[in-house]
T-cell receptor
Framework: NAGVTQTPKFRILKIGQSMTLQCTQD?????MYWYRQDPGMGLKLIYY???????DKGEVPNGYNVSRSTTEDFPLRLELAAPSQTSVYFC???????????????FGPGTRLTVL | AQKITQTQPGMFVQEKEAVTLDCTYD???????LFWYKQPSSGEMIFLIY??????QNATEGRYSLNFQKARKSANLVISASQLGDSAMYFC??????????FGSGTQLTVLP
């Protein structure tokens, strides 16, 4: 099992550019999450998905979009990149829903994004 | 109000000694879960240990144990016999009911040889 994989590992964008961060998991997890981690801070939830075709907003969704067409993939789209989106982005997945006995989230290695 | 508070931005411990990383939480939901994650300098988030609000006993996973004091709303992580590889940032997180995880600001642990 590769677990949760993310690409790219690093990216520099210019203001106004767009990009897609890729996330794939091979654990057959239903639940997937996108977080951002600003320097010296904990993680904040951007979007999450409870299954293919179902997504919902987290704490900081503005400036981002997601889709979930398959169980394995959960890409995060940045439209019109801004310097405030400079951060490390983590994708995570869990087998069960929050509150259940299988809700431990497993994280990918992260994507370090800089917007100049 | 902060949901998760980690009051120790940085901690030092001598190799082979035990160390306690503090975490307090705030919730009115009777059903919640508490998690600890380790983030080494390489950046990945590694799950360490989980404690459910209804669990009667403190969680343990190898050298990690969670000192769960429900009345005080604290969930401290205890690492026994510290190793150099334990040097990392440690995050406490809480899941309230069916809602999503909230993370603390983290504690940077440095293990000294």
């Amino acid at each position: 099992n590769a677990g949760v994989t993310q690409t790219p590992k690093f990216r520099i964008l210019k203001i106004g550019q767009s990009m897609t961060l890729q996330c794939t998991q091979d654990m057959n997890h239903n639940y997937m999450y996108w977080y951002r981690q600003d320097p010296g801070m904990g993680l904040k939830l951007i979007y999450y998905s409870v299954g293919a075709g179902i997504t919902d907003k987290g704490e900081v969704p503005n400036g981002y979009n997601v889709s979930r067409s398959t169980t394995e993939d959960f890409p995060l789209r940045l439209e019109l990149a801004a310097p405030s989106q400079t951060s490390v982005y983590f994708c995570a997945s869990s087998y069960g829903p929050p509150g259940g006995s299988t809700d431990t989230q497993y994280f990918g290695p992260g994507t370090r994004l800089t917007v100049l | 109000a902060q949901k998760i508070t980690q009051t120790q931005p940085g901690m030092f411990v001598q190799e082979k000694e035990a160390v306690t990383l503090d975490c307090t939480y705030d919730t009115s939901d009777p059903s919640y879960g508490l998690f600890w994650y380790k983030q080494p300098s390489s950046g990945e988030m590694i799950f360490l240990i989980y404690q459910g609000s209804y669990d009667q006993q403190n969680a343990t996973e190898g050298r990690y144990s969670l000192n769960f004091q429900k009345a005080r709303k604290s969930a401290n992580l205890v690492i026994s016999a510290s190793q150099l590889g334990d040097s990392a940032m440690y995050f406490c997180a809480m899941r309230e009911g069916p809602r999503q995880l909230t993370f603390g600001s983290g504690t940077q642990l440095t293990v000294l040889p």
